[in-house]
């Protein structure tokens, strides 16, 4: 009778376990269904395609799943050991005329406010690709050279550049001398008519470039205008997850002033008594990630204004601007990195560093 019971008793218990088991099993086949549907494992091998889109929630829901490859960032700052730079004190910021920080606690990148002998020190350590891109169609193509040449005395020097530059006349880019880890890629795109058209196109060319080709390519990217010169140092102090650069002709301006777009009928609008910073649409960036949801949320909004003949005010920029209102950025970048004319002048400018060229637009562009 004993014995009986006994074999009663393990009966039951393994048939407990075996259906905790089928449980178990049924769940993970239905967790698998949902993130092959969701993109984030391969349907034919289970294998994770990319550990890191499924890192928080907000993300898929909001923003949606794409297979791409993000090509994995380093963290962490480490400095090399015995590397000699100045102190930084605790209670008294290398800048009392700036603000160098956000309410939101980003820091926004002036001169004195990075150790470049620190800093670069950091990266060198992490092996990076910055790609840029930069349009030059129509006569824009005239400004080429002193931005390549520009660059190369200025821009991230010291770490491994590729440029990206979309235009029109690929035969009449000059020849630059790149130096040891900088390389140039020409990639023709359609004229167009309309210099608006031309910069509301760039947003999907962006999105495409990130997708086809430098997901897995590279850490970071700064999309730049072509018509511009740099005179100063930009290198890695301006590296961060998403990066604005704050506009020189309003940086000082209240944001009732801000030329945001005011139709509430456009996707770009921002009401008055809404905005932190009116950001420059001639120079932008950040991760591969980051800046390919920015490129893509941008491409989407301008295609539904334009589905009702609606164009922002400032076509790319304006969108830009409320994309960076809802998405605050990670780093923001004085007008230092976008200044007016390098002749012009102003008390917080110590270094001008990236600057717009002087010319006749009525000239340059295709139509007023």
């Not at 086949?29 to 091998?45: A, D, F, L, S």
């Not at 910055?130 to 010291?158: C, M, N, P, W």
């Not at 235009?167 to 608006?196: A, F, H, I, Y």
């Not at 770009?268 to 649409?281: L, M, Q, R, T």
């Amino acid at each position: 009778m004993l014995l009986r019971q006994n074999f009663i008793i393990i009966l039951v218990f393994f048939g407990m376990v075996l259906s905790g088991i089928i449980y178990l099993n049924h769940n993970q086949c239905r967790c698998n269904q949902k993130m092959k549907e969701q993109g984030i494992i391969n349907g034919g091998t289970d294998e994770i395609i990319h550990p890191r889109k499924s890192r928080c929630n907000q993300q898929i829901t909001e923003q949606g799943i794409t297979n791409l490859e993000w090509k994995q960032n380093t963290f962490g700052l480490r400095s090399s050991p015995g590397l000699l730079y100045n102190q930084q004190s605790a209670l008294v910021g290398s800048r009392t005329d700036v603000a160098s920080v956000t309410s939101w606690s980003a820091p926004i990148i002036w001169e004195g406010t990075f150790d470049s002998t620190l800093i670069d020190s950091i990266y060198k350590q992490q092996n990076l690709t910055i790609a840029t891109t930069a349009f030059a169609l129509g006569k824009y193509v005239r400004f080429v050279k002193d931005f390549l040449e520009s660059a190369e005395q200025h821009y991230f020097v010291g770490f491994r550049v590729h440029y990206y530059l979309f235009t029109d006349q690929p035969e009449l880019v000059p020849e630059v001398k790149m130096g040891e880890n900088r390389s140039l890629t020409v990639l023709k795109v359609q004229s167009l008519s309309r210099w608006q058209d031309i910069s509301m196109s760039r947003m999907e060319k962006l999105e495409k470039l990130i997708e086809s080709e430098l997901a897995s390519e590279a850490n970071y990217i700064f999309c730049l205008d072509i018509d511009t010169k740099f005179y100063g140092r930009w290198g890695v102090e301006s590296l961060g997850r998403l990066v604005g650069v704050i506009h020189p002709w309003l940086y000082d301006t209240s944001r009732d002033k801000f030329t945001y777009e005011r139709s509430p009928k456009s996707q770009a609008y921002i009401p008055a008594g809404e905005g932190d910073y009116y950001y420059a649409g001639a120079a932008f960036g950040g991760s591969l990630e980051d800046v390919y949801h920015l490129t893509k949320t941008c491409r989407e909004k301008m295609s539904i204004d334009a589905a009702s003949s609606i164009e922002a005010v400032w076509q790319e920029e304006s969108h830009l601007n409320k994309y960076f209102l809802l998405n605050k950025p990670s780093k923001l970048l004085s007008p230092e990195y976008m200044w007016r004319d390098i002749n012009a002048s102003a008390a917080q400018i110590k270094i001008v560093r990236f600057t717009n060229v002087p010319k006749n637009y009525a000239e340059v562009r295709p139509n007023p």
